[in-house]
């Protein structure tokens, strides 16, 4: 079955509930795996401006002819941008890379604030990070003052309920989405739960547990696979959608991003079987040279 399959954000607006990922595509990847993509059927793009891609996505957007009406592009506000100042310039630079006049959606890349600087990740003399003062809730309320003709949705990423519940307090538009790491590993059902009831959808990235996964060798991933005459890669995008989460499995090989596109309705059983895979220390993602003192994902 050709995944169809949508899911309604807080603004009314919909997000096609498969997506092609692309950070770490190569350079030239990104361009023929979007267009690829686009052309299997897939009508949601994610990717950002630390991905050095955005002009080869917006590229490939472009030739591929489809209405922009018809697609969903997500791309992220970058660390080095998250002064308020900077903040509506970062936007306009990730627009006109991408050759587009409007995002369906804007997400903070990481609540972290880094210093303004020419490097994506700005460092001393010493090798040490050069972090900004600036807090999240005040690079949020910058973005909640772009103008909703240029972003039709804000959000966030790598949000912990700690770090949502503390930018809910003073928000005054509710994020449309957390995108953060999510799968059978690493379900991270309290943060999934309180994204539901705030709602929050919640995207899942690294849905097949990113380069070189664990999760593709599982026995318990390759069994169901087999039931269902289909590819572990089909059964844990089937498994993320059916709990209600996007996701934003990435390939640069056409026969994968065809295959990923085809998603499968699993038994309860099944679907079960899969939840009980969760384990605490399977975070795949790890920023270590960002993550102070637990700030990212303590609590959790
Ligand atoms: N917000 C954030 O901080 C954040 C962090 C990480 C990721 N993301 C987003 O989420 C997307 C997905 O995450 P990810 O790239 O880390 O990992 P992923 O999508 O879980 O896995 C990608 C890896 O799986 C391989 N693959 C894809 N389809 C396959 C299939 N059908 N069978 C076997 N292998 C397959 C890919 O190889 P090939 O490409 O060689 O085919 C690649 O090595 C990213 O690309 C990015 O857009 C966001």
Request: negative net charge.
């Amino acid at each position: 079955m050709a995944s169809g399959r949508v899911f309604k954000l807080n603004t009314d607006a919909t997000i096609p509930a498969t997506g092609l990922g692309t950070w770490q595509s190569k350079p030239g990847d990104a361009y023929k795996a979007v267009l690829t993509a686009i052309k299997t059927g897939y009508r949601h793009i994610d990717t950002a401006l630390v991905y050095g891609n955005e002009k080869e996505v917006g590229a490939a957007i472009k030739d591929s002819g489809v209405p922009r009406e018809q697609l969903f592009v997500t791309t992220k506000l970058w660390n080095n941008s998250h002064r308020p100042d900077l903040v509506s310039k970062a936007l306009e630079t990730s627009l006109a890379n991408l050759q587009l006049n409007y995002l369906d959606l804007y997400l903070m890349h990481w609540p972290v604030s880094m210093a303004e600087s020419k490097d994506l990740v700005p460092k001393d003399e010493d090798g040490n990070i050069i972090f900004d003062p600036t807090d999240f809730t005040e690079t949020y309320a910058a973005m909640e003052k772009l103008p909703s003709d240029k972003v039709r949705a804000i959000g966030v990423s790598n949000f912990s309920v700690r770090n949502l519940k503390r930018l809910l307090k003073t928000a005054k538009i509710v994020p449309a989405v957390n995108q953060c790491e999510l799968h059978p590993y690493l379900a991270q059902q309290k943060l999934h739960d309180f994204c539901n009831e705030q709602g929050i959808h919640m995207t899942a990235y690294s849905p097949l547990g990113s380069t070189d996964s664990p999760l593709m060798k599982d026995d318990t991933v390759a069994k169901i696979a087999k039931k269902y005459d289909a590819s572990p890669a089909q059964i844990l995008i089937s498994w993320g959608i059916q709990r209600g989460t996007s996701v934003i499995p990435k390939s640069v090989t056409p026969s994968r991003i065809e295959e990923n596109f085809k998603d499968v309705v699993l038994d309860q059983a099944d679907f079960d079987k899969l939840n009980s895979l969760v384990t605490d220390s399977k975070r795949l993602i790890i920023p270590t040279a960002w993550n102070r003192e637990e700030f990212l994902f303590g609590e959790d």
